[in-house]
């Protein structure tokens, strides 16, 4: 069930960085704003396609070495 949470809430975030992508290209022109949403998607899009760039495993507060 926790899967399929994560699945509605990205389609969500998406569907909403769609719309402020044609927010700021068809309705109102503002080409900064545009290239921002943009490259937040490319950006998502090239995180979730490529495999490589997951994080496998986490631990946080683990040290990668003794001090």
Known sequence: MNKVWQIVINLVLYAFLGWLMWDSTVSHWD??????????????GVITFVPSLHAAKVSPGAYPYDD
Do not use: R
Request: overall charge neutral; cysteine-free; charged content about 0%.
């Open 31 to 44: 080409p900064w704003f545009a290239f921002t949403v943009g490259f937040v998607l490319v950006l998502a």
